[in-house]
């Protein structure tokens, strides 16, 4: 719970001081403070967190069709890491701790291969797995797991490092669309409403893409230009080369070169190229959307560099090197945003560094020390670590045996605390506590605070019929929350827990 605004105890308080005026309108001002508490207890603010992933989301003709499902107010989490793309959800009045037999589980299904967590909209979860030889989507209804729609793609991905063979990008909603990106490039496009196909673009084919270690990876980012006809654009990394850009051994991607397609934007509508840009080859970190000096740019970790993007052309303002030198590196985890300040972490090699932007330009401000190892600095494998207060929260290291949960301030990169035991764990922002799931399938809730790690409440996921485990490792996928709701995926299973109900 959270007290309730300042404006809320005002109208109270303002009620109160009009009980010699008309009945009426002191019965008016109460009924209205009290909606706002409420309000702000169940939802929160919608401001000061981050800088919308989906700008002026509003309804377009054709999608009124698309009633809602939910039975209670709350913020939906229909792109990856949230709306604001940074792992922050706005829901207050958060129940800890949980009871010893562990929170209320509403339900659960199950899924083949594949690492990406669900896309929530308007009641409806968007499930992305791989069942033999094809890639399935499935619409089911978020607060009971009711299937509503299912679609397949054939698919032939094989992983060269061994890794099962299923999506590893989250399905992204916007306009009563579902846009889905597969591990061998497949970009599509779908009704939300039914599942019909609206367009796709076979990306791997049409920009030559010479396959990463573990296939695609990066979610979509949608942008709704300013200029001309004001369309929305899909925007992905795509890391297109020549037509004879292929080595003979595809592990070798120093040897490829990358041509004119880094990143790709369509049109939402009808999956028309928008624009291209930068050779750069694709990365598994999604990019993100922001405001620096007053103009929106994309933010987009390639392969190798950072790039600073104007996404209504595409034209690259400036970019930063920060990759390991080592073949098999790869960057995975998100840019982290505060104010004008970007925050890069990686594993394999220079760890954390953390730029200015400055008229269209990148300055560096700091970066990790040259023999720093992540038991004392913050260098992130795959999931993007939060920003709170001050302090990014989020996992050290490069494999799970010593990998180390901790807390880092963001000025100085100094860790104030580490937790052992939990894996590459991913976590997300909740009403000032932080949930982490353990990549080993343990759920926990620990206080989002400097001074010491304060674990709230732990438990392991079981079956309350059967006693068996629900969560199998291993968990890579970020929690997502929606309308009080905690998704999050282990092998072979997606499970939905009440946070307001226990």
Known sequence: ?????????????????????????????????????????????????????????????????????????GEDWSLFLGPTGNGRSELRGLVVPW????????????????????????????????????????????????????????????DMFGYDGGPRSSPILCDGYVISYGAEGLLACRRLVDGSLQWKVETGKEFH??????????????????????????????????SDGSPADPQRLDLVKGFDSGLVAFDIENGTEVWRTSNELASYSTPLLNTFDGEVRLLAWMRDRLLLIDPESGAVKDSFFWRAKELFSVVAASPVVHAAEV??????????????????????HRRDPPRSRHRNSLRCHWATPVLHDGCVYGTTGRNAGDALFVCTDW??????????????????LVDGVLIVLSEFGELLVIKASKKTCEIISRCELVDRQTRDTLLSPPCWASPVVAHGYLYIRGAGKLVCIDLMNQ
């Not at 009980?19 to 403070?33: C, D, E, P, S, T």
């Not at 499930?127 to 607060?143: K, S």
């Not at 000025?411 to 997300?428: F, I, N, Q, Y």
């Open 99 to 158: 009871a010893e037999t562990g929170p209320q589980v509403c339900w659960t299904i199950e899924l083949g291969e594949g690492y990406c967590g669900p896309s929530v909209f308007k009641g409806r979860a968007i499930v992305f797995d791989r069942i033999a030889g094809d890639e399935r989507l499935r619409c089911v209804h978020a607060e009971t797991g009711e299937l509503i729609w299912e679609e397949r793609s054939p698919t032939g991905y094989v």
């Open 209 to 242: 893409v010479v396959p990463n270690f573990f296939g695609v990876g990066a979610s979509p980012v949608i942008y709704k230009t300013t200029s001309g006809s004001q369309r929305k654009l899909v925007i992905v990394q795509v890391g297109g080369s020549g």
């Open 343 to 364: 925050l890069l972490s990686e594993t394999y090699g220079p760890g954390s560094v953390l730029l200015g932007v400055e008229n269209d330009l990148f300055v560096e």
């Open 411 to 428: 000025r100085t990169g100094e860790l104030h605390w580490k937790e052992p035991g939990l894996g590459r764990a991913g976590c997300v």
């Open 1 to 73: 719970m959270v007290a309730p605004s300042i404006d809320a105890v005002w109208l109270v308080d303002l009620a109160g001081r009009r009980r010699r005026g008309k009945g009426l309108q002191m019965n008016v001002l109460r009924i209205f403070a009290k909606c706002l508490i409420s309000t702000f207890i169940v939802y929160g603010s919608i401001c000061g967190n981050g800088f919308s992933q989906d700008r002026d989301a509003d309804s377009k003709p054709g999608t009124d069709e698309l009633n809602s499902l939910w039975s209670r107010p």
